[in-house]
């Protein structure tokens, strides 16, 4: 009985302090990226508010990728006359999509193939990207070149 109470209180133990593991590192199609100081990611796949930015992706397939850009593009389209077309360059992939204004910020929809994985890219920051001199801090991690 003393086993089974020690054994259960390990359990307990050890699945609180997995909890509150910290995640030092994004994902990006296998591409590690250090969180910067400061900065807390949401999990390997999405920092939230960092210098004022945000940046989610999600993984799908060829068929899924198109329906669900289509979807979301159509939905911000609805609300937001300020659809402008953009190219980003992330580790030597071409992403395409559209730039939102949103009151002071701007939200960027990207999609694209990186490593033969299709993505979808979901960016929301203060900042006007308009030139690869816009790509500073923790963005010129993620984007190579914006055209």
Known sequence: ????FTFVLLLAALNFYGQDKKISFLNLVGNNIQVPNGCQAQSE???QACDGTSIKWDYYSDDMLSAVFD???TAFAES?????EVTFTSFGAQLKGYKF???TTFQYFLYGTIKDQPLMINLGTPKDIASNDDLDGFLSLFFDEVS
């Open 1 to 4: 009985m003393k086993n089974i």
């Open 45 to 47: 796949y999405e920092l």
């Open 71 to 73: 979807a979301t593009i």
């Open 80 to 84: 937001n006359d300020s659809k402008t």
């Open 101 to 103: 204004k949103m009151g």
